[in-house]
């Protein structure tokens, strides 16, 4: 799912049984109508790839890598409100 900075959902796509997530992603970031300033997301999305992708659109990736990867940019401030959209 994809929801706004208020937690309103957005856009969404239904994953099968324990299919993972990511591969959803890059599909519905594509499919909105305006490019975000930020996208935000749990350890789950961590991938290079995907990061990437975010800043080719012209967004900013705040996704924590993981605790075996090396450190990467996500400002504690930015992920620390990601529960927004979590409670929802």
């Known amino acids: 799912m994809i929801a706004d900075g208020l937690g309103r959902a957005v856009?969404?796509?239904i994953a099968p049984g324990q299919a993972h997530e990511l591969p959803h992603a890059i599909p519905l970031l594509d499919s909105?109508?305006?490019v975000p300033m930020w996208v935000v997301a749990d350890r789950g999305y961590t991938s290079h790839g995907f990061r990437?992708?975010?800043w080719?659109?012209?967004a900013r990736p705040a996704i924590p890598p993981r605790?075996?990867?090396a450190p990467v940019a996500c400002?504690?401030?930015i992920y620390n409100n990601r529960n927004v959209v979590?409670?929802?």
């Open 67 to 69: 605790r075996h990867e």
């Open 56 to 58: 080719s659109i012209g």
């Open 11 to 13: 856009a969404f796509r």
């Open 86 to 88: 979590e409670m929802v």
């Open 75 to 77: 400002p504690e401030w």
């Open 32 to 34: 909105l109508p305006d």
């Open 52 to 54: 990437e992708h975010i």
